[in-house]
């Protein structure tokens, strides 16, 4: 096997391989019909390479480097124009290689026929050259056309089956060669002794170089042509119709988009830098705004913790103060006190130990709330029963000192709920207190219950000091309180806490409020 003649033969492709790419990469500025010219010139060695040139790589396989390498060459560069231009253009290239190779056998013949009138003494040279170029040239010019139109057909064929771009070039390339090999030797060779060897020779020797290309064609696109490939809808009329008015305008639509996407890349590569240093700025001023969030965070923490102080301390300073007064009394005048006063003096110390229990419970409920630890899981409670134990309850506590009156207009008290005993007491004992405690002008508070689709709806409704507009933003805030109560005993964590609950039911509640005339609170509990 020659070894160096092989070596000599890939080495002659790559050269034209790296002729192709260079000349299509710069295809823009320099414009197609460079490479066109290259691709006429590739033609014009191939067709007298293989009529003149053959080479022995063993001794029973023989190829034409022109036909090998050159040729195929050839087809390769229509298949990527096909590729990265479209159907119109690469009908152009192949009218453009018809008619020249027409020219070219044209003037072959020509010579053939001035040699013919000359004396072979005077040039020293056979005319059989220029025959066989002649018929050569005629009948590749016939197949390369044939095999232009093909590659268009069997590249989209395989390109709806086939997702991988280097499987779509060489199956390809392996098929429109192989007829091509084919076609041409049956039609060039057909009264040849050796034409089965010819065609043998010819498929491996093609089919060879056809991988060869592909490899390269395959690495050309993806890393130095790597934009997506622009083939169009697939008509064979583009081929061989020219552009309509509307298809040339689409085409340089096409084009003008091609272009600005091209400035556009050009520009984000230019501007890299720049955006580089507006994300930097960007991220500066995004840790300056959290910092200023968490120092506006800390703040409102600060002014909540002397909020709570002041509160807690004024809270529980009146009872401390109520049971060591009482404890003091009894333990200094216990022999002198008749039973009946030390019994209420005793009494009064377990009212302000509830009170201060009652506090501390507040207290602890708004920091579970605060720590997601406040979870709603409902039962099934008959609706009169639960409203009824509360009413009362809160009716007890404050001695009987207001009414509270159960508007059932729907008749709801037989019905069942599904609600979190725990959750519902804190709401409707926290709405109920208030609205006795801040009624001190009223005798009245009234309790409705309603209904729709999805809600049970609980209303509660005082005719008290009301709570002016400018506090209502804030009234379910911690330790707020409106700046009409400020002589009425409190915290200021009873709607905080009746707005956690509400919240972790994934229920509402409304304020409507007239300062003077009083309050109403209007609780939706989602039905299950």
């Not at 008959?382 to 809160?394: M, Q």
């Not at 729907?410 to 609600?419: A, G, M, N, V």
């Not at 725990?422 to 005798?443: E, H, T, Y």
Request: charged share 20%; with cysteine.
């Amino acid at each position: 096997m020659n070894y160096s003649q092989i070596a000599i033969l890939f080495s002659q492709g790559a050269l034209v391989a790296f002729i192709i790419f260079l000349l299509f990469h710069f295809r823009r500025q320099l414009g197609i019909g460079v490479l066109f010219s290259c691709m006429v010139f590739f033609q014009f060695i191939q067709v007298f390479l293989s009529s003149s040139f053959t080479l022995s790589i063993t001794d029973s396989f023989v190829i034409s480097p022109g036909s090998s390498v050159f040729f195929t060459a050839t087809i390769f560069t229509l298949l990527i124009i096909y590729i990265k231009e479209g159907a119109n253009q690469i009908g152009k290239t192949i009218y453009g290689l018809l008619v020249i190779n027409l020219v070219m056998l044209i003037l072959i013949q020509s010579f053939t026929w001035n040699l013919n009138e000359v004396s072979g003494d005077s040039f020293n040279m056979s005319t059989n050259i220029f025959n066989n170029s002649t018929m050569d040239l005629f009948v590749g010019s016939v197949v390369l056309f044939l095999d232009s139109l093909l590659i268009i057909v069997v590249f989209e064929f395989i390109s709806n089956h086939v997702r991988f771009l280097f499987l779509r070039i060489f199956l390809t390339m392996f098929i429109v060669i192989s007829f091509d090999t084919l076609l041409f030797s049956i039609i060039a060779f057909w009264n040849f002794e050796y034409m089965n060897t010819i065609i043998i020779s010819g498929l491996i020797s093609r089919g060879v170089f056809a991988l060869f290309f592909s490899i390269l064609f395959y690495f050309y696109l993806r890393w130095f042509d790597s934009s997506d490939e622009e083939t169009y809808p697939f008509k064979m009329k583009y081929v061989f119709q020219s552009m309509s008015y509307k298809q040339k305008f689409e085409s340089v639509a096409h084009d003008i988009k091609k272009v600005k996407e091209e400035r556009k890349i050009e520009q984000i590569i230019s501007n890299k830098e720049k955006e580089k240093q507006i994300d930097e700025l960007a991220f500066a001023n995004t840790k300056i705004n959290f910092q200023k969030q968490a120092l506006k965070k800390e703040k409102e923490l600060s002014r909540l913790k002397t909020r709570f102080i002041s509160t807690t301390s004024h809270e529980f300073r009146t009872p401390l103060s109520v049971i060591n007064f009482s404890a003091g009394s009894i333990k200094r005048y216990w022999s002198k006190m008749e039973p009946k006063v030390i019994v209420e003096k005793l009494t009064k110390i377990e009212s302000q130990v509830r009170h201060m229990t009652n506090l501390l419970d507040d207290i602890l409920i708004v920091g579970r709330a605060d720590a997601g630890e406040m979870k709603n899981k409902p039962l099934k409670v008959n609706l009169g029963n639960f409203i009824d134990e509360i009413i009362e309850e809160v009716f007890s506590s404050h001695k009987k000192s207001h009414k509270i009156l159960l508007i059932d207009a729907k008749e709801l008290k037989s019905s069942d709920i599904f609600i979190d005993e725990k959750l519902g007491r804190n709401i409707f004992i926290n709405l109920l207190n208030n609205a006795v405690k801040f009624s001190p002008d009223s005798d009245k508070v009234t309790v409705e219950l309603s209904s729709e689709k999805t809600h049970t709806i609980i209303s509660i409704t005082d005719y008290g000091l009301g709570i002016p507009e400018l506090d209502l933003k804030s009234i379910f805030m911690p330790f707020i309180r409106g700046e009409n109560a400020d002589l009425i005993q409190g915290t200021g964590l009873g709607l905080s806490i009746v707005k956690e609950a509400v919240d972790a039911m994934d229920g509402k509640i409304i304020v409507n409020s007239v300062v003077g005339k009083g309050t109403s609170f209007i609780v939706k509990i989602p039905t299950i």
